[in-house]
T-cell receptor, first 115, second 111 residues
C-alpha cells in the first residue's frame, strides 16, 4: 500500500476566499486523483492530476474553480477557488501506480467548511 | 455508463449478528471491484477487492465474491462488532483507472 498525507486536515474559510490542499505520498506513483465528498454523500471524482501536464477534469468541474498542480510523482495540490458554502465538503486525494496492484489508496481527507 | 448500486442504509445490528450489504455493478468490460470503509471522521480505507469472476476478497472477517452471472459483489461478515460501525462503499474500477462508487451504507452495531 501507500502512505498518503493531506494538509490541512480541516479548515474553516470565509466565502470568496481560496484554499490550497496538499497531498503527499511516500513513494512515486503514476496516478493521483482528487475527489469530493459532500456531507452524507458518496465520492465524486473531480479530476486526475497528471504529472507535468494539465489535469483532466470530470464533467461539472472546471480548472478555474479547482486548479490542480502535480509537479512530481509524489505530490499534488488542489485549490478550491472563490469558495461558497456549497463547497463545504471533504476533499480526498488518492493514488494508484506501480506496486499498488491496480488499487487506489486514499488520503485521510481535508474537511472544509465555508461560512 | 458505469454504475454501482448499493443497498441503502442505514443498517443497525446487534453485536455478533450476521451482516450482508448488497452491491451490484454494470457489466461493461471486466471491472475490478472493491469495498472501502470509512470510519467516523476518517478517510477511506481499502477493505477488500476482487479482480475477476469468482474471486473472493476477504479481510478482517469480511468477505465478498465477484459474481459475474449476477453482476454482484455483496459484502458479508458472520459476526459484527461494535468497532465495525462505519460507512461502507462498494466501488467499480473501469479500464480508465477511474473508480465509480456506490452511495455508501451506514452500519451501526450496538453492544
Amino acid at each position: 500500500s501507500a502512505v498518503i498525507s493531506q494538509k490541512p486536515s480541516r479548515d474553516i474559510c470565509q466565502r470568496g476566499t481560496s484554499l490550497t490542499i496538499q497531498c503527499q505520498v511516500d513513494s512515486q506513483v503514476t496516478m493521483m486523483f482528487w475527489y469530493r465528498q459532500q456531507p452524507g454523500q458518496s465520492l465524486t471524482l473531480i479530476a486526475t492530476a497528471n504529472q507535468g501536464s494539465e489535469a483532466t477534469y470530470e464533467s461539472g468541474f472546471v480548472i478555474d474553480k479547482f486548479p490542480i498542480s502535480r509537479p512530481n510523482l509524489t505530490f499534488s495540490t488542489l485549490t478550491v477557488s472563490n469558495m461558497s458554502p456549497e463547497d463545504s465538503s471533504i476533499y480526498l486525494c488518492s493514488v494508484e501506480g506501480h506496486g499498488l496492484q491496480e488499487t487506489q489508496y486514499f488520503g485521510p481527507g481535508t474537511r472544509l467548511l465555508v461560512l | 455508463g458505469n454504475s454501482v448500486t448499493q443497498m441503502e442504509g442505514p443498517v443497525t445490528l446487534s453485536e455478533e449478528a450476521f451482516l450482508t450489504i448488497n452491491c451490484t455493478y454494470t457489466a461493461t468490460g471486466y471491472p475490478s471491484l472493491f469495498w472501502y470503509v470509512q470510519y467516523p471522521g476518517e478517510g477511506l480505507q481499502l477493505l477488500l477487492k476482487a479482480t475477476k469472476a469468482d474471486d473472493k476478497g476477504s479481510n478482517k472477517g469480511f468477505e465478498a465474491t465477484y459474481r459475474k452471472e449476477t453482476t454482484s459483489f455483496h459484502l458479508e461478515k458472520g459476526s459484527v462488532q461494535v468497532s465495525d460501525s462505519a460507512v461502507y462503499f462498494c466501488a467499480r474500477r473501469g479500464s480508465n483507472y477511474k473508480l465509480t462508487f456506490g452511495k455508501g451504507t451506514l452500519l451501526t452495531v450496538n453492544p
